[in-house]
């Protein structure tokens, strides 16, 4: 009779995070883009824009190229900064406003100098559809917190989060108990589309696009 061992059991590991929106409890809703190249458009349907507003706008109307840790714009419509049309390639500098077209506004800064992720806010009423209070260009690191130098402004946290990229899949870390799922957080713990985070005064979930 020969015995046989039992299957070694095999590590799955979770499938990459592409684009997907932080819904922060109390705060509001974040589109994260985490592609080096993001098209700026016209919400339709069948878009190819990774960041879709709804506004009279081209289909593809500009696109912005992270580079390194700086941030090219590429204008395909009608671009202004503020205020200067700006019919050529230009790097961002943080406090920038972008004109698109002849009413959308949207305004470009990099809050933490550690971080190379910018920040996208809506000037003008125009939003992204599906809706957003924000979008954000992702670099390597997230930050949530109550100060103004974080990516997402949570007034009422008493501790930092950090959401980092690592080989490939998103993280999270910070000095409170934080729970993923329901669970104690673990340092090798990733994030998913339907992740939920949660602490003593804070909670956000994860959607993807």
């Not at 997230?142 to 501790?159: D, E, F, K």
Request: proline share 7%; aromatic share 6%; net charge negative.
């Amino acid at each position: 009779m020969s015995i046989h061992s039992p299957p070694t059991p095999q590590t799955v590991t979770p499938s990459p995070l592409q684009d997907f929106t932080l819904w922060v409890d109390g705060v509001g809703g974040f589109l994260v883009c985490c592609g080096l190249k993001n098209k700026i458009g016209q919400a339709i349907l069948n878009s190819e824009v990774t960041i879709p507003l709804r506004g009279d706008l081209d289909r593809v109307h500009a696109k912005i190229e992270t580079i390194e840790d700086r941030h090219l714009l590429h204008p395909i419509g009608e671009i202004s900064i503020d205020g200067t049309p700006s019919p050529e390639p230009s790097l961002l500098a943080h406090g920038q406003t972008i004109g698109l077209g002849n009413s959308v506004a949207i305004s470009y800064r990099k809050p933490h100098p550690l971080s190379s992720t910018a920040v996208l806010d809506f000037v003008s009423r125009h939003r992204t559809y599906p809706w957003s209070d924000a979008v954000l260009i992702a670099g390597e690191t997230i930050l949530l917190g109550a100060q103004s130098r974080n990516h997402i402004v949570c007034p009422h946290w008493h501790h930092e989060l950090i959401l980092f990229r690592r080989h490939n899949q998103w993280h999270c870390k910070s000095k409170a108990d934080v729970y993923l799922d329901g669970q104690r957080l673990t340092d090798n713990a990733c994030l998913n589309d339907k992740s939920h985070i949660s602490g003593e005064d804070f909670s956000f979930s994860v959607e993807a696009v």
